[in-house]
């Protein structure tokens, strides 16, 4: 029982020092700069952030269990991806009716 009793306090000194050897590896969070390079597509670079953010929505499902809930992280990416897309034709039809209004000739006109 002696010998039990040094064992046991020898095993607690082992366990309560960090005996760790090697850090644990990071794992990439796919879903959180997918979403974060889409929120930042229409007002930075779109195209480039666009394909950043599908390519993390890849890498996200491709690691996934592919359950329902990782299915609709991925809908919601491309729903926010697909926004950049309104922004810019927004952004041209505002260009073409200011285009007008500087009397600039349209697509349509002739000169």
């Keep these: ?3 039990f009793a040094k064992a046991k306090k020898m095993i607690e000194d082992v366990l309560a020092k960090d005996m760790m050897l090697v850090k644990p590896a990071e794992r ?3 879903f959180k700069k997918a ?3 889409a929120l930042g597509a229409p007002v ?3 195209v480039v952030f666009n394909y950043f953010s599908l390519q ?3 890498k996200f499902w491709e690691n996934s269990n592919k359950e329902t809930t ?4 991925v809908l919601l990416i491309l729903i926010l991806n697909s926004l950049t897309f309104f922004i810019i034709k927004f952004i041209f039809a505002m260009l073409g009716d200011m285009s007008s209004l500087l009397g600039l000739p349209s ?3 002739e000169f």
């Design 1 to 3: 029982e002696d010998d």
């Design 28 to 30: 990439v969070n796919h």
């Design 35 to 37: 979403i974060l390079f």
């Design 44 to 46: 930075l670079v779109p």
């Design 56 to 58: 993390h929505a890849y």
């Design 70 to 73: 990782d299915l609709l992280k």
């Design 107 to 109: 697509q349509g006109d």
